[in-house]
């Protein structure tokens, strides 16, 4: 494992810094962050994040990896990584249209025909597109090949019904990238198709879900009876899977990559060391208690071990590799850590842990996390479904198989949710 910039990426470094110190305020380190699923952005906020975006577009910053025909830098995927984390260090709107440029704008740089690209990918990096991701459903998460959401093909276009849920951004987004099922007669991985929807058309509703914290982030779409062009099918018909895996690829891997910004959801382990700092316990400086000291330092060693696994995902990329499982340790030990560390915050402010609100100590910062963290152990791949991708690519332990993968998605057994026609 390398931590150092090679010549070249310090290079790039410090010529993104300095166009980021020109152009943003930097970040108070002592400020409480927002948690990362916060409430759906105002018109004014929506309207900042789009003119910061085109401000990157015309320096050339937006899209570091993307290439340059589509409005992209054309860097490496290292040097994309290396802007995100400078650009975490100076205040910015919110990160309300990174998935367009994210796993949603990879896949159809992967994918796209030449003309679909063109046609999407430069608004987007312009700031002018917002997207979504419509894979999960009522009755397929973890398993999302198990999806039901039907699309009919009918002459030059596709006749989509059925239901998406927990779909962030979705309440603004302008497109939304849909996996549906394309063909119910042959095993549920080789029957799905990949399109573009917009999320304006009419047969597409959207209705608000809110989160446990009464924040609103995902949204439930309905589709009823959308017509969806032929030309805006992404990939071969039945070829869904693949493409969408994809998406899962560098979703994974951007988390993955994460723990080496140091960004903490909710609460970081800054602000517990200043509350430990500002908490009495026994009429002294909560942080002068040994018991306090060791949480803290275990804390401190987790966090720095989960970085040091996203500097391994880092190396690989450097290098030229395609990084592992090691995502999946990054993003578990990381939902769970921030969750633990919530907890203790609350611990240590006592009984002013039952006031909420931004009127509250902290702002209300722990107490809002309480709710919130839970998200990150679901969202990405469930604790679970990471345990098994640990134990079957990093432990070798056999794989898990409950129904036999060559039985046509029709005749599964399944629970709920809209089944497609036979
Ligand atoms: C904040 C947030 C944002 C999200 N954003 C999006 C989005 O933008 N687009 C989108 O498409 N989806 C999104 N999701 C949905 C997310 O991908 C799913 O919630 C997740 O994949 C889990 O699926 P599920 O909710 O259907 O739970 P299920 O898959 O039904 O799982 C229920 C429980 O069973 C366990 N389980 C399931 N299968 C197994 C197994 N094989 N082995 C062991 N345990 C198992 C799970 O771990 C979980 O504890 C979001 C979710 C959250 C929380």
């Known amino acids: 494992m390398d931590f150092r910039d090679s010549p070249d990426e310090a290079a790039f470094r410090a010529q993104a810094r300095a166009w980021l110190e020109a152009n943003a305020p930097l970040r108070d380190p002592a400020a409480i962050e927002p948690g990362v699923f916060e409430n759906w952005p105002t018109e004014q906020e929506m309207q900042a994040a789009r003119a910061w975006q085109r401000r990157k577009y015309d320096a050339g910053w937006a899209g570091v990896f993307w290439p340059t025909e589509y409005g992209g830098r054309g860097g490496s995927i290292m040097q994309q990584i290396i802007w995100n984390q400078e650009e975490r260090r100076v205040v910015t709107p919110p990160a309300v249209l990174l998935m367009g440029q994210g796993h949603v704008g990879y896949t159809l740089l992967a994918h796209g025909s030449a003309e679909q690209k063109a046609r999407w990918l430069p608004p987007t990096l312009r700031g002018?597109?917002?997207?979504?991701?419509?894979?999960?459903?009522?009755?397929?998460?973890?398993?999302?090949?198990?999806?039901?959401?039907?699309?009919?093909?009918?002459?030059?276009?596709?006749?989509?019904?059925?239901?998406?849920?927990?779909?962030?951004?979705?309440?603004y987004a302008d497109c939304g990238f849909l996996v549906a099922r394309s063909n119910p007669h042959v095993p549920k991985h080789k029957g799905l198709t990949c399109f573009v929807v917009d999320m304006r058309a009419p047969g597409v509703r959207v209705d608000d879900v809110r989160h446990p914290n009464g924040g609103s982030h995902f949204s439930h779409v309905c589709f009823e009876d959308l017509r969806v062009p032929d030309a805006d099918r992404v990939g071969a018909v039945?070829?869904?899977?693949?493409?969408?895996?994809?998406?899962?690829?560098?979703?994974?891997?951007?988390?993955?990559?994460?723990?080496?910004?140091?960004?903490?959801g909710g609460p970081q382990l800054r602000h517990l060391l200043e509350l430990a700092k500002r908490s009495e316990l026994a009429?002294?400086?909560?942080?002068?208690?040994?018991?306090?000291?060791?949480?803290?330092?275990?804390f401190t060693v987790r966090a720095r071990a989960i970085e040091h696994m996203s500097y391994r995902v880092l190396t690989t990329v450097s290098q030229g590799g395609i990084p592992g499982p090691e995502g999946s340790i990054v993003k578990m030990e990381f939902a769970r850590l921030s969750q633990e560390m919530t907890c203790f915050g609350l611990e240590l402010l006592g009984p002013q842990a039952m006031l909420a609100g931004a009127d509250a100590p902290w702002q209300g910062a722990f107490q809002a996390a309480l709710l919130e963290n839970p998200c990150m152990r679901i969202a990405g791949g469930t604790d679970e479904i990471q345990r098994t991708i640990i134990a079957e690519r990093l432990l070798g332990l056999p794989q898990e198989t409950y129904v036999p993968r060559d039985l046509p998605f029709r005749d599964l057994p399944r629970g709920g949710g809209w089944r497609a026609a036979d």
Do not use: N
Request: glycine share 12%; net charge negative.
């Open 128 to 171: 002018e597109l917002a997207w979504c991701q419509l894979f999960s459903e009522p009755g397929a998460g973890s398993d999302f090949a198990a999806l039901a959401c039907a699309a009919e093909r009918d002459g030059d276009h596709w006749r989509i019904r059925g239901d998406k849920v927990w779909i962030s951004d979705g309440a």
């Open 238 to 264: 039945d070829d869904g899977w693949r493409v969408s895996l994809t998406t899962l690829m560098y979703e994974r891997f951007f988390v993955g990559a994460w723990g080496s910004s140091g960004a903490f």
């Open 283 to 298: 009429g002294r400086p909560a942080l002068e208690d040994a018991a306090v000291r060791q949480r803290l330092a275990a």
